[in-house]
């Protein structure tokens, strides 16, 4: 094999692997950010319910929009051969879970029950 076309096979390698960079992070694989139950001492279990709920809304909305911005991006990767990376939504699912975890660690150390209908939320595998 001579120079060039084992110089040719390298670059080609290259620009292959290429289009397996810059992907989004699957939205299971995001874990939350740490929040300090801290924030939540004041509230009430009535009122930390409806913080618990409202998250888990928001939660289910940004795991959705970052399970959309992967099929998006994998359709860029084979046209393009790069993705389009991770957006605001990872970095705000991040924070959602972590402020959910610090609901719910203030729900414990007050002893409130946990309604069932804010269960935690499982993306839809497509």
């Known amino acids: 094999m001579n120079i060039k076309a084992l110089q040719f096979v390298v670059m080609l390698f290259f620009f292959l692997m290429s289009g397996c960079m810059n992907m989004p992070t699957n939205p299971a694989q995001i874990s939350g950010a740490y929040v300090s139950p801290i924030k939540y001492e004041t509230f009430g279990c009535d009122r930390l319910s409806a913080e618990l709920g409202s998250l888990s809304r928001r939660e289910n909305q940004l795991v959705i929009a970052q399970q959309q ?17 991770d957006g605001i939504e990872a970095s705000e699912l ?14 414990d150390i007050k002893n409130c029950k946990f309604p069932e209908e804010v269960a935690t939320p499982t993306p839809k595998k497509q």
């Open 69 to 85: 911005r992967v099929k998006t991006s994998e359709t860029q990767a084979f046209w393009y051969g790069y993705g389009q990376g």
């Open 94 to 107: 991040a924070n959602v879970r972590g402020e959910r975890e610090a609901v719910r660690a203030s729900m």
